[in-house]
């Protein structure tokens, strides 16, 4: 059975992360840009979440325990290195995947059920939240990995085609 087309779309936005990180060093993952987050931590937090959803509450076991305290929503800044996160993270996305695997249309219009009681969204609602994150963090990567000034025309010439002043 092929996955349903939601799960598909979170496969392909991790898939689109990896690729952003292709070549970054431990060294360079360590950065932060002002209130921006180090690379090590987006991966980090996107992997908690997953970890959360799709592993603790859906299928009740921990695959990262600790990882919450280091990088889970609300917790203090912090710079874990990009090879650890991802470890962790390749980890908790095979986990995922198994409960993942296993949703279907109706499925995902029902809540999981944690500690005997339902949460208050769908796992649909979770699902579409999980894939905008990954993307919201995604950018965020790509100004530490490429910040404005670094850009050979500056931060004017983002998009192709504009040019300052053109209409």
Known sequence: MSPHPLVSQLRFARVEMLRALEGVSDEDSLRRLGPMNSLGWIVGHLADQ????W????QGK?????????VGHGKPSST???SEMLATWKIVTREADQFLD???????HRPLEWRGKPVEETAGTWLLRNIYHYWYHLGES???????DARP???????RGYEPGGV
Not at 102 to 108: I, K, Q, R
Not at 142 to 148: D, E, K, R, Y
């Open 102 to 108: 296993t949703l279907t249309p109706h499925s995902l």
């Open 142 to 148: 790509q100004s530490t990995i490429n910040p404005p």
């Open 62 to 70: 921990n695959a990262a325990p600790g990882l919450r305290e280091r």
């Open 50 to 53: 997953e970890n959360l959803y």
């Open 80 to 82: 874990p290195p990009l």
């Open 153 to 159: 025309y500056g931060p004017a010439r983002v998009y």
């Open 55 to 58: 592993v603790v509450i859906a």
